[in-house]
């Protein structure tokens, strides 16, 4: 299984922000994820956050003096980048980046930044007018082509007053692209297309028929597949989620609008992975006012709607892999099997809904994998997130069937 921060080592830097504190949850996030954190801060950095909160969440000593006294201190800077699979500095201010692009080192985060020979992650933060300025452009532009990933900073509000460009993204989408750029790159030059979410069919302007999907499923693996290199498209009917970094996403509602999405998508993408819950039946007529509660009981017209994997199947290109979900409430199996064979699937994720861990709106899934050639692989409770690079690692194993 891809679980990119599992056993590695990562040095946080941590220089003189306000975006500081931001530091302490990407810290907890990593951690979390099983890496082994050291954080190194500018003394800057410590006139907004202590470096007690850092120790106490790391369970490793600060760095902040080149000098100490210890006798490890000397080459701490060597041995820390040398040990490290990744440095990411968060926030980085200008004047990290200046020195970075001179090559100027003269404390302990500079120094070590240019002893390190593993990927760095810098992440801008300051004010927009500083962020604006070319001499700051021109050293993010040159560190870029020397090699160093830049997360661009988002746009709003900051703290000094000012509207534009310059504050450090939400922890989680910076946790999000350490993890991309730790994971593997074994799907890149491959181009994924992944459905996900509910659809919803209109009754009247008020209601509609749908299901509980909550998407969690087809964007875990949407965001999978862009952390090993693959080109992602992602088709989602509603779902408070939100879209995945870096990867194509399409918003749609009813079934229709999803079939027509992805019969024109689905040509150019090497690997279809359809988890969307799409509505069978859709009313044959929309009220076009709410409809009122009348005297006697009412009865509902339905008419199917496209069978948009059936048709992908149908359409399927010489080469391409197509993969199934199937949420059944009994004989799993069975009817697993059947849609297998009927919609010319390589792979169908079959699920059953109603029990403990697994369904729309859980955080974990069980399911059983069935292959086009006859095998079965049944899996434990796991995250979601853990399924869809197990899925991934699975798919990447089939050859493509007709």
């Known amino acids: 299984m891809n679980d990119p921060l599992a056993a590695k080592t990562i040095v946080l ?51 902040l003096d080149m000098f100490e006294s210890r006798p490890e201190a000397a080459m701490r800077h060597i041995d820390w980048a040398q040990q490290s699979d990744a440095v990411v500095v968060a926030p980085a201010t200008a004047n990290i980046l200046g020195k970075l692009a001179g090559g100027i080192a003269d404390d302990p985060l500079s120094t070590l930044l240019l002893a390190a020979t593993c990927p760095v992650m810098l992440c801008p933060a300051m ?38 460009a310059g504050r450090l993204p939400d922890p989680a989408v910076i946790f999000d692209r350490v993890l991309a750029l730790l994971a593997a790159k074994d799907y890149r030059g491959r181009r994924i297309l992944v459905t996900a979410g509910p659809t919803r069919e209109p009754l009247d302007p008020v209601r509609f028929l749908s299901n509980p999907s909550s998407g969690r499923m087809g964007f875990a693996v949407a965001r999978a597949a862009e952390h090993r290199g693959a080109a992602v498209t992602l088709v989602s009917g509603p779902s408070d989620l939100s879209d995945p970094v870096n990867v194509a996403t399409v918003r749609v509602t009813t079934a229709a609008e999803m079939a027509e999405a992805v019969w024109r998508l689905a040509a150019a993408a090497d690997i279809v992975v359809k988890t969307a819950a799409v509505s069978d039946y859709r009313p044959a007529v929309v009220a076009p006012q709410k409809i009122k509660k009348g005297a006697a009981d009412a009865t509902l017209a339905l008419v199917r709607n496209p069978d948009i994997l059936k048709e992908l199947g149908r359409r ?41 861990g697994a369904g729309f709106e859980a955080e974990t899934n069980i399911v059983s994998l069935f292959y086009r050639d006859g095998r079965r692989e049944d899996l434990e409770s796991m995250p979601k997130g853990d399924l869809a690079h197990l899925l991934l690692d699975r798919i990447g194993g089939l050859s493509p069937g007709a």
Not at 136 to 159: F, M, W
Not at 328 to 345: G, S
């Open 127 to 164: 004010n927009t007018h500083m962020f604006c300025h070319p001499s700051v452009a021109r050293n993010l532009a040159r560190l870029e082509a020397d090699g160093h990933c830049i997360l661009a900073p988002d746009s709003g509000d900051l703290a000094c007053g000012t509207v534009g």
């Open 316 to 356: 399927k290109n010489p080469g391409q892999i197509l993969v199934g979900f199937a949420a059944e409430t009994e004989n799993v199996d069975q009817y697993a099997a059947v849609k297998l064979k009927e919609k010319h699937l390589d792979l169908i994720v079959a699920n059953r809904i109603g029990i403990p």
């Open 13 to 63: 830097g941590v220089t003189g922000g306000i975006a500081a504190y931001k530091s302490v949850e990407l810290l907890r996030l990593m951690r979390g994820a099983g890496a082994r954190v050291r954080v190194v801060m500018t003394r800057s950095a410590t006139r907004f956050v202590g470096p007690t909160t850092f120790e106490a969440l790391s369970g490793e000593p600060v760095w």
